[in-house]
C-alpha cells in the first residue's frame, strides 16, 4: 500500500548543528506535506508544511525542501537548540480507497546535546 | 493548549471490555480524525468524520466504531480490546474536509488493557 517512509530513525547532534530528517513517500499524486513536532507525554504539534506547487519553506530555523521528481522530502533545522528535542513526524496526503488521507511516517527521535 | 479535548485522560481495563473515548474539536471545526499511537511508533490513522459524517477509513479494526454527533464532538468505541490494544489514542480536528489543513490535535486518552 501507500506509504511514507522516514529517515533516521534517532538522530543526536551538538546544541548549534544542524539537524536533517528524510521521508520520502510513493503516492505521486500526494500534494500536502506537514511536520509535526511531539515533545515527551506531549500532542503532536504542526510545526511546517509545504504544498507540491512550491519546492522549499522557511519559517526561522526551520525550512523544508520538496522533490516531486524524487518523491522525497526533508525537514531542516539550523542552530539546533536543547529545547528542539522532541520526536518529528512527516506526513503525506494520500489518495487511498477512495479518500484522501493522511500518512504519517514512522517519526525521527532528536535529542540536542547541550 | 491546541482548543481540542479528550476524555478520559488515562483509561486501565480488561481484556475483553469495551470503552468510548470522546473527543471535543476546536469551536468550529468541522471535521475530527482519530488516531492510535503505540509505543515508540508513529501515528496510524484510524477514521476521519466531518460534519456528522464517515469522510475517510484507515486502518480501523472491525471491534472499533466511531460517530460524530450534531455538536461535532466524536467518540471512539472500541471492543473486545485485546492486550494489543494498548495505545495512546489522539484525536484531532481541522476547519476543513480536506487533509490539507493543519490538524490540531487534543491531549490524548492513554489506554492501558491488562
Known amino acids: ?114 | 493548549d491546541s482548543g481540542v479535548t479528550q476524555t478520559p485522560k488515562h483509561l486501565i481495563t480488561a481484556t475483553g471490555q469495551r470503552v468510548t473515548l470522546r473527543c471535543s474539536p476546536r469551536s468550529g471545526d468541522l471535521s475530527v480524525y482519530w488516531y492510535q499511537q503505540s509505543l515508540d511508533q508513529g501515528l496510524q490513522f484510524l477514521i476521519q468524520y466531518y460534519n456528522g459524517e464517515e469522510r475517510a477509513k484507515g486502518n480501523i479494526l472491525e471491534r472499533f466504531s466511531a460517530q460524530q454527533f450534531p455538536d461535532l464532538h466524536s467518540e471512539l468505541n472500541l471492543s473486545s480490546l485485546e492486550l494489543g490494544d494498548s495505545a495512546l489514542y489522539f484525536c484531532a480536528s481541522s476547519t476543513d474536509g480536506g487533509v490539507s489543513y493543519e490538524q490540531y490535535f487534543g491531549p490524548g486518552t492513554r489506554l492501558t488493557v491488562t
Open chain 1, 1 to 114: 500500500g501507500e506509504n511514507v517512509e522516514q529517515h533516521p530513525s534517532t538522530l543526536s547532534v551538538q546544541e548549534g548543528d544542524s539537524a536533517v530528517i528524510k521521508c520520502t513517500y510513493s503516492d505521486s499524486a500526494s500534494n500536502y506535506f506537514p511536520w509535526y513536532k511531539q515533545e515527551l507525554g506531549k500532542r503532536p504539534q504542526l510545526i511546517i508544511d509545504i504544498r507540491s506547487n512550491v519546492g522549499e519553506k522557511k519559517d526561522q530555523r526551520i525550512a523544508v525542501t520538496l522533490n516531486k521528481t524524487a518523491k522525497h522530502f526533508s525537514l531542516h533545522i539550523t542552530e539546533t537548540q536543547p529545547e528542539d528535542s522532541a520526536v518529528y513526524f512527516c506526513a503525506a496526503s494520500t489518495w487511498m480507497d477512495s479518500s484522501y488521507k493522511l500518512i504519517f511516517g514512522s517519526g525521527t527521535r532528536l535529542l540536542v546535546r547541550p
